[in-house]
């Protein structure tokens, strides 16, 4: 009964969401399992100008659009009451076919779908549209009205003081953006030194890059006291002698500046050119993070969430790595995916989640992870056996055995 007690004491503490009863064996579970899933269709546009001139047609889409498209989320934070904080990347995959983006984060309330009901959608509240009225950057952005666009930024990480300021990883720099928390640009980008994409504004030459396009800060950890960011390059550097090699960083949010202190993290040898779509903070030196690589359906792979700890390191000086979930075999005895939509792939026990760009990871409590997609709105289609039209983005929740002590 004390255990019983316990659970529904943090359950009810955490987000707002209600939570299942725990499984009676000791009150947690052997293995990773879903709990809830919530689907926000991905041609629910928002107000906006109409967007999407630019994208290459695909799945049935043909820009433009309508207003503002949700292209998926990049980035989730818990805003408490069973609401969060969710946020797109630059719109529609690269910087010259997204001038017509508006870069948001969107405030959403997900009614999951549990074993106990629940209608499975997403509400989408509100957003804050990021600007620079101050011409705090200084480079030229796409807007005479300075409301930033996925021309100017690709924001992939997102972070929220205790003060409501958020702070971005980016990965066009790729830089931190710092804004105040209705999206206002407070200091000019910062970049990490001696780090440069092919798109990065301020690179002296064409050939000048040192880390490849799109392999910026795709995830970033706050940590749990507020005082450091840790932003991770999502891949090898370009000179770097082992490819599979993603440098940890460290950012000191009261002095500003990067810090000398550095882990490397080392994906799989099976993979080894994938990709760490999110860095998520789970006490003071353990951190969870995605690793990923770049396909969908059938043909995915690799979508696991690995745990470290910054205190360990192996004989190479790597940090070691402990599986926390494989995300394409999440147990689903309670049918909580089923029944299946019409030409769905993946659902049921096991259940899968073989998106292509999952780089979504908010921890609930000490057993719940809360994982999301980027669909690259049109372009992923992993959900689909035909792959013939866009995928939702989806938000599920996954109970795994206890992470904390």
């Given at each position: 009964m004390r255990r019983l007690l316990l659970f529904s004491t943090l359950c009810a503490a955490v987000s707002g969401i209600a939570c299942d009863s725990p499984p009676k064996d000791n009150g947690t579970v052997k293995e990773p399992t879903l709990i809830s899933?919530?689907?926000?269709?991905?041609?629910?546009?928002?107000p906006g100008p109409p967007s999407g001139a630019l994208v290459t047609p695909d799945n049935g889409v043909t820009g433009p659009l309508p207003g503002q498209p949700i292209p998926g989320f990049s980035a989730i934070l818990d805003a408490g009451g069973g609401e969060f904080?969710?946020?797109?990347?630059?719109?529609f995959g690269t910087k010259n076919n997204s001038p017509d983006f508006l870069l948001r984060i969107y405030r959403i309330r997900p009614q999951f779908r549990t074993e106990k009901g629940g209608s499975g959608t997403v509400e989408v509240l509100s957003f804050?549209?990021?600007?620079?009225?101050?011409?705090?950057?200084?480079?030229?952005?796409?807007?005479?009205?300075?409301?930033?666009?996925?021309?100017?930024?690709?924001l992939e990480s997102v972070r929220r003081t205790q003060a409501g300021d958020f702070w971005f990883g980016e990965e066009f720099g790729p830089f931190l953006l710092h804004t105040d928390a209705n999206g206002k640009v407070l200091e000019a980008p910062i970049p990490l030194p001696d780090v440069r994409s092919p798109q990065?504004?301020?690179?002296?030459g064409e050939n000048a890059w040192t880390l490849r396009a799109s392999r910026g800060f795709e995830g970033m950890a706050l940590s749990t006291d507020g005082k450091w960011l840790y932003p991770v390059i999502e891949g090898a550097l370009r000179e770097?002698?082992?490819?599979?090699?993603?440098?940890?960083?460290?950012?000191?949010?009261?002095?500003?500046?990067?810090?000398?202190q550095k882990w490397n993290y080392r994906v799989d040898a099976e993979f080894p050119d994938a990709v760490i779509g999110?860095?998520?903070?789970?006490?003071a030196n353990r951190f969870l993070a995605i690793e990923r690589d770049d396909d969908q359906g059938e043909q995915a792979r690799q979508k696991k969430i690995y745990l470290v700890d910054l205190r360990r390191m192996d004989a190479e000086g790597y940090l070691e790595k402990q599986l926390v979930v494989d995300l394409l075999r999440i147990r689903d005895p309670n049918g909580i995916s089923l029944p299946a939509r019409a030409g769905e792939f993946g659902v049921g026990d096991p259940f899968s989640f073989p998106l292509q760009s999952v780089e979504s990871l908010e921890v609930?409590?000490?057993?719940r992870l809360l994982i999301a997609n980027d669909n690259n709105y049109p372009g992923s289609d992993g959900r689909w056996i035909a792959r013939d039209r866009p995928d939702d983005i989806e938000l599920i929740i996954v109970r795994v055995p206890p992470l904390r002590p």
């Open positions: 899933r919530a689907i926000l269709p991905s041609d629910l546009y928002q904080w969710a946020m797109p990347d630059n719109g804050v549209q990021l600007s620079d009225p101050d011409g705090k950057i200084p480079f030229a952005l796409t807007r005479q009205d300075r409301l930033l666009t996925g021309a100017d930024f690709d990065n504004p301020y690179l002296p770097d002698t082992d490819p599979r090699r993603r440098i940890v960083n460290q950012f000191d949010l009261a002095a500003g500046k990067y810090t000398s999110d860095f998520t903070a789970l006490d609930l409590d000490s057993e």
